[in-house]
T-cell receptor
Framework: EDQVTQSPEALRLQEGESSSLNCSYTVSGLRGLFWYRQDPGKGPEFLFTLYSAGEEKEKERLKATLTKKESFLHITAPKPEDSATYLCAVQEGSYIPTFGRGTSLIVHP | DAGVIQSPRHEVTEMGQEVTLRCKPISGHDYLFWYRQTMMRGLELLIYFNNNVPIDDSGMPEDRFSAKMPNASFSTLKIQPSEPRDSAVYFC????????????FGSGTQLSVL
């Protein structure tokens, strides 16, 4: 069973159409949950770290939230430049973070 | 800082050949990670080092894969002999510590084994 599951696998939005990406996890002792953005041909780039349930972080049109079982990445009024693959990673205790397979987001103008 | 630097960016080789991927981590980062990314399996951890010492290589798929970190500024991932199923994007990443710390990734090496 995967420790980290992201949904949907792919998402197409019109510019300005807000939506949310989901990352559900099954680890028991969460040390941190990370969101990364990956553009084609590049390595993942860090966005946020969340440490405890109830925590929220924002950056421009992105807001990440965390519960005891999942995290959401909310995208408000997205623009075409927000198109990318968004990866979630969870760290249990002192283990190395485990990555989900990502959500590929395409925002049409 | 230039970030994590990987070379080559692209590598095309024939089955059976030796492949060496290179990585220069960010100065001052004590941890270095090698990941492999494929459509089927996503981003998988192969091995990681702490202060140049390999800590966990349980993700290395086979004995054909080996990794070294001779000093704090250089690491290699070697595949010998290479096989078509090794085709993937290989990323190197570094961080200052491992607990709740973000990773800085290089741009990756796109490996194609024919």
């Amino acid at each position: 069973e995967d420790q980290v599951t992201q949904s949907p696998e792919a998402l197409r939005l019109q510019e300005g159409e807000s939506s949310s990406l989901n990352c559900s996890y099954t680890v028991s002792g969460l040390r941190g949950l990370f969101w990364y953005r990956q553009d084609p041909g590049k390595g993942p780039e860090f966005l946020f770290t969340l440490y405890s349930a109830g925590e929220e972080k924002e950056k421009e049109r992105l807001k990440a939230t965390l519960t005891k079982k999942e995290s959401f990445l909310h995208i408000t009024a997205p623009k075409p430049e927000d198109s990318a693959t968004y990866l979630c990673a969870v760290q249990e205790g002192s283990y190395i973070p485990t990555f989900g397979r990502g959500t590929s987001l395409i925002v049409h103008p | 800082d230039a970030g994590v630097i990987q070379s080559p960016r692209h590598e095309v080789t024939e089955m059976g050949q030796e492949v060496t991927l290179r990585c220069k981590p960010i100065s001052g980062h004590d941890y270095l990670f090698w990941y492999r990314q494929t459509m089927m399996r996503g981003l998988e951890l192969l091995i990681y080092f702490n202060n140049n010492v390999p800590i966990d290589d349980s993700g290395m798929p086979e004995d054909r894969f080996s990794a070294k970190m001779p000093n704090a500024s250089f690491s290699t991932l070697k595949i010998q002999p290479s096989e078509p199923r090794d085709s993937a994007v290989y990323f190197c990443a570094s961080s200052r510590q491992v607990g709740g710390e973000k990773l800085f990734f290089g741009s990756g090496t796109q490996l194609s084994v024919l």
